[in-house]
């Protein structure tokens, strides 16, 4: 569902594709033990609940892919100097990170974006820093943003930081569709990996979403699917 990458993306991108297939294999292994976890904890709590189904089922409302273009776009140029690339602070991602949330819960139907999940982005520490990065206005972290990157391509020190590209998908409490079983969830983020460089640990993944903590699955804010889990009924 997500927009093609260029053929240019695939040609740089081609020579780690081997190794990271691996990894990726890794990652969702992980991620199959912990919904393995939470599909138990789910029976024990409610005997019958989770059944097996032979055939895909029709979702009880759409799934549609966000158009716009991202709300934060960390490849955009500065007004400061068309060399350098506008920067934010932490504390405005988070709260991004909040609006998307709240953007995505409001919706009647199943809101999917595009996302970047980047290491060693180089955060402002304050939110009148220069863009221009020096040692006393940066911090180097994880960040997560929503949305396609229009630039991605051009960004060649972004794009040989380990990365995630894909699509995310906010699910509300309820009873999915997941592999050919119904298994009630609580809300959490389903991320759907279609690139990656190097590996990115759950528990880095897991802190960017921490300003959402008291809203989310306690323990596992996302879970990583090879599709997007069919809901079947809100609880």
């Not at 979702?59 to 158009?67: M, S």
Request: charged share 40%; aromatic share 10%.
């Amino acid at each position: 569902m997500i927009d093609e990458i260029d053929e240019e993306d695939d040609k740089d991108l081609s020579s780690f594709l081997e190794e990271d297939d691996k990894d990726l294999s890794s990652f969702l292994e992980e991620d199959e033990v912990d919904n393995k976890k939470l599909k138990k904890k789910s029976v024990d709590l409610k005997k019958g609940l989770s059944k097996k189904t032979t055939s895909k089922p029709k979702p009880i409302c759409a799934y549609k892919q966000e158009k716009r273009k991202a709300r934060v776009d960390i490849t955009k140029s500065s007004k400061e100097d068309h060399r350098a690339r506008q920067r934010y602070t932490k504390k405005e991602l988070d709260d991004y990170i909040e609006k998307e949330y709240k953007y995505m819960k409001s919706k009647p139907y199943m809101v999917i974006h595009q996302f970047t999940i980047m290491e060693q982005y180089p955060f402002k520490k304050k939110k009148s820093d220069s863009d221009i990065i020096t040692e006393d206005n940066t911090d180097y972290d994880y960040a997560l943003v929503f949305g396609k990157q229009l630039k991605w391509k051009s960004q060649l020190d972004f794009k040989h930081n380990a990365h995630l590209l894909g699509e995310i998908m906010f699910m509300r409490r309820g009873v999915y569709w997941i592999e050919g079983e119904e298994i009630e969830m609580e809300p959490h983020f389903a991320l759907v990996v279609n690139k990656k460089r190097k590996r990115i640990k759950p528990k880095r993944i897991r802190d960017l979403f921490s300003t959402l903590k008291q809203r989310l699955r306690s323990g596992k804010p996302f879970g990583i699917y090879s599709e997007f889990p069919i809901i079947l009924k809100r609880t």
